[in-house]
């Protein structure tokens, strides 16, 4: 089936510094990815859209300076947040969606766990 | 965006069926009804989706109501890796994010 792999699996850090996440798709060519946060004991909050070439589309009350999404390619998109601070800690989940005809299952990663001190 | 209502949590014994129900009474024509699932401390998994008739794979069965209006995922024989949390979720449109509700929490018991 389809894979998703995201990269690193977790991050501890110190505050102030800019982390990146990556997100793949393994075996196929995704058109429209997307990042999620989930904070513990909550469901994931959607955070941006994002399709190859174009710039993302970020949800209200995300901040597009400090969550900068880059879609390179059909198989890669990274997630820097930038300068993180302790509020930042959380579990970021990307996932992949290839349309090519009628409604297509999402394919996750397995989240990268941030830690910020 | 249709929202969707599932129980906060159901209890199952292993090796015994179980029916995760969903209302979704504002769906509209052409909302595909999309089921996930999550293990603690990883991404979502795909489960199972539809649009009017029945379907039935590997993992699991999605009963789908008449009127749409209601669908029931059956896990014919649950097993202790199916503790999860369960999202009913309706997508109205292809390349469109899912947004994700509470969902319910499953637990399996030996």
């Known amino acids: 089936g389809a894979v998703v792999s995201q990269h690193p699996s977790r991050v501890i850090c110190k505050s102030g510094t800019s982390v990146k996440i990556e997100c793949r798709s393994l075996?196929?060519?995704?058109?429209?990815m997307f990042w999620y946060r989930q904070f513990p004991k909550q469901s994931l909050m959607l955070m941006a859209t994002?399709?190859?070439?174009?710039?993302?589309?970020?949800e209200q009350g995300v901040e597009k300076d400090k969550f900068l999404i880059n879609h390179a390619s059909l198989t890669l998109s990274t997630l820097t947040v930038t300068s993180a601070h302790p509020e930042d800690s959380s579990f970021y989940i990307c996932?992949?969606?290839?349309?090519?005809?009628?409604?297509?299952?999402?394919?996750f990663g397995d989240g990268t766990r941030l830690s910020i001190l | 965006d249709a929202k969707t209502t599932q129980p906060n949590s159901m209890e199952s014994n292993e090796e015994e069926p179980v029916h995760l129900p969903c209302n979704h009474s504002?769906?509209?024509?052409?909302?595909?009804i999309h089921w996930y699932r999550q293990l603690p401390s990883q991404g979502p998994e795909y489960v199972i989706h539809?649009?009017?008739s029945n379907v039935n794979n590997r993992m699991a069965s999605l009963a789908i109501a008449e009127d749409r209006k209601s669908s029931t995922l059956i896990l014919h024989r649950a097993t202790l890796r199916d503790a999860a949390v369960y999202y009913c979720?309706?997508?109205?449109?292809?390349?469109?994010?899912?947004?994700f509700g509470k969902g319910t929490t499953l637990s399996v018991s030996s």
């Open positions: 996932s992949a969606t290839f349309e090519g005809g009628g409604n297509q299952p999402q394919h």
């Open positions: 075996d196929f060519q995704a058109t429209t």
């Open positions: 994002s399709n190859e070439g174009s710039k993302a589309t970020y």
């Open positions: 504002t769906i509209s024509g052409t909302d595909y």
């Open positions: 539809g649009l009017t």
């Open positions: 979720i309706l997508r109205p449109q292809a390349g469109t994010a899912l947004i």
